[in-house]
Each structure stands twice: as C-alpha cells, then as structure tokens.
C-alpha cells in the first residue's frame, strides 16, 4: 500500500543474548494534552501561545479541522505554536478530517459555546470500541442545545447560548469531561460535572483556562464546578500554556527499559503520572530510580514476577499502556492476568503477540492471561491502532530476527520521533 510506512526492528534475541539498551530517551509533550489546548483556543479573544507541543499527525489534523473553522494556527519553532481564533469562527468540523479522527470531539464544546452550533460527522468508532458519544449528546441537551441527527452528521444548535447544568457521567469520560467544562467555561450559569474524568491532561486543562480568567473548582477531583462567562471569551495575553510530559509515552519508553534496559533513563517525565506503572513495575522486581523528572531503569531483572493487571481511569492503571505493558508480562516468569476494564475492543493484538511466541489466552473481550517467559520471534505483523503499534515495536525489540510493523503511520499519530529516539538508546530500528 503507497501509504503503508513500515517499522523494521532488528531485535536483541533476549534472553538469549545477554544484550541491553542503555542512555537517555527524552519524553516529548503530552498527545492528549495538546488536542484539548488546540481546541480551546476557540474560548480565547486573543493569540493562545503554546509550548512543547509534539511533532504528530494528529495535532496536524488537529490544526487543519482549526483552520476549516477559520482559526489561524501558526506553527514555530521547537514545538510552539500560536493560535488565534478571530472574529467569527465558523461551526462545521471538515468532515473527511473529522471522521478519522476521534479527538475530533474536542472541539464540540468549544464550537458550540462560541458559534452557537456544532456540524459534524457521526464520529468514527476505531479497533478499540465502539467509541459512542451519548454521553457528549446528553451533556450538552442539559446545557439547552437542540440536537438534530441525519444520516451522515449531527448538528447541535443553541442561538441563545448554552446555560449551566448539574451533569452526572455514567462512565467516567475523559474527552467528554474536557469539552463539556470548556463549553461551561462560556454559558450563563453554573455547571456541575459529576463523575467526572481526573485525568492530568483535565487538570492541566482547566489550570490554565483559570489563569486566563475562568472560575473552576474541583480540577483532580471526580466534581468540577464551572461558573459560566456568558459568553465573555478569556485571555491569554502574557501566558503561555506548556504542553505537559506525555505520561503514555514515557511508560512505553519506561517499559522498555523494563524488557531490556541497564542504566536506561527516561527523562523529560512527571514521575507522580506514572505511580500506576512504576508500583506495578517494583512488585515485578525491576530497580528504579525515580527522580523528580526522570526514571532509570537500573539493570533488567533475571527474574519478573507475574502481576494481575487491571485497566482503570486515572490514578489507575491507563488502558493506554495495556498493550506495551502486556509485552513485560510474556517475560515474566508465571501465569499474569489482564482486564481491560474501559475498551471492549482492546486485545486483539494479544494474537499477533502469540505469533510472535506469547503464550497468551483471551477468555473474554475484557480479559486475558499470559503465561512466561517465552522468547519472542521476528513476525511481519500490522498494527491496528497506535498502542497496540508501539507495543509491536516493544516486541521486535526484545524478539529473534527482523520485525516488521505495518501501519506505522498509527504509531505516528502519537510518539514523535519514534524511531530515532529509540534509536539514541542502542535500538536497531528504521522506517521505509
Ligand atoms: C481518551 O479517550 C484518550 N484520548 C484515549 O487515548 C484514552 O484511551 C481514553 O481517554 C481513556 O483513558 C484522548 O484524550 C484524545 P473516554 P476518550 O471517553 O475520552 C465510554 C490514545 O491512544 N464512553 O474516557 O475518547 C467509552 O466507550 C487514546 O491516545 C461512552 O460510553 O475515552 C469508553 O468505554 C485512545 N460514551 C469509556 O467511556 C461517551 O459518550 C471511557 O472513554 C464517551 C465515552
């Protein structure tokens, strides 16, 4: 396939040889944190400067759905951009754009809250799950939108703007949390969202729309209580909103330091993000050193200890690091179990990990068991997302013979840099 970029790794063949990777790998800003910082430049009556932003596609797409609605976004230098939404932005998210893209929902709050509509694509599901939007749909009914759905799109309308509302979320949302409080941040009123997501990509989120003015308590905390500006946009003159640490790249890269590190330090890191993972790590047996930016992973263990793995909305264990995690698990010496508790359509990579010579089990579409140490071996494998893509690369990396990973534009989407950062600590990996 013309587009099909493809990861080729030339692997260690651990254990049998006693290879390492060893240095330093730089973590660079956070995906999921860039995405809602794009799309709250809509709430600004002024230029919204970033900092640390990555270099991947999906803040590209990202920017161009900004464009479409006429905001200027203007990338500079070393990961800044400057964002300026103008006068009057329009309200039809791009639909060929939108429809690939699920962090397209970001932009639905801040569209609605500033043009008093929203037009876009039924969003696409992705091989995660089915990825439904009821509860942005419901979210924004309470805060008086009319919703009218056709065959292909839905429109939400509110001409006089949207009112607070007291919001209680079935599922804990992450997304839906951070365009429902940016659309709060400009209604009339208050609104209260109840189990709400306490991600740090949300705290950082409203930390900073606090600083350019809006009234927000309870950020980390399941309650957030928004005071709405009634339409009065806020300013970010003399800030510059940082970019956070990708947590989910650093716990890949930290995870590989795990299969195969000695002195293998992650820097560029908020250790407090990766609790989740460094607890489970330790209970495995591996050494770190845990510093105020950086982690090491000191030397392999000959020995891991199996885990029981269980997904979990933050501070718990993040879905997203499930399948670089699962990776580990086939080096440890026992049966680990897993379950995925928030996607239903997360484990499929586990048999192309079993091609690969993991002896792994799914009893259902949430959980799963490993049984290791099994030695991997070179496959020529596709990745159907971005996560279970890089836990592949993982795979090669520690696995017998020359890997390849197709779709290597999924794993694009999400790590910068990828293969020369993993490159820089002793991994034999190109791209074609
Ligand atoms: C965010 O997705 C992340 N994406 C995902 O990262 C991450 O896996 C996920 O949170 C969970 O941590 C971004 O932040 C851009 P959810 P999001 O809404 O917000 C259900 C990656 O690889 N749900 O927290 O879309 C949903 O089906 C991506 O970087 C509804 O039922 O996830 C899921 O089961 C993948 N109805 C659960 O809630 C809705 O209206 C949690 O999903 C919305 C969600």
Redesign the pocket.
Known sequence: MPNDERFIIDGLNLPTEQKFLTGKIAVSGA??DA?PAFASSLLFRDTLKLSNVPEISDITAMAKLLEVLGVKTEPKAGGRWELFSGKSPSATLEPDIAKHF??S??LLGPVLARTGEVIFPHPGGCV??????????SGFQKMGAEIIESDHSYALRAPKGLHGAEIFFK??????TETLMMAAVLAQGKTVLKNA?M?P?VVALGEFLIKAGAKIKGLGSSTIEITGRGGKLLSAAKLTRKIIPDR?EAGSFVILGALAGKNFTVTNLEPKHLESLTSLLLEMGIKLKIETSAITILERATTLKPINLRTH?YPGF???LQAPMAVLLTQATGRSAIFET???GRLGYLETLKLMGAQAWIHDPHQASLEGPTPLRAQEVTSP???AGLAYILAGTIARGKTVVHNGHYVDR?YAKIEAKLRGVGVTISKE
Do not use: M
């Not at 995660?128 to 749909?137: A, H, K, S, T």
């Not at 599922?171 to 839906?176: D, K, L, P, S, Y």
């Open positions: 995906k999921n995405l699920r962090g929902v970001i995660i799950g089915e990825r439904p939007i009821d509860l942005f749909l599922h804990q949302t992450v997304t839906a997501a991600e990509e989910i909305e993040p879905t997203d928030i996607f239903e997302d971005l996560r999400g």
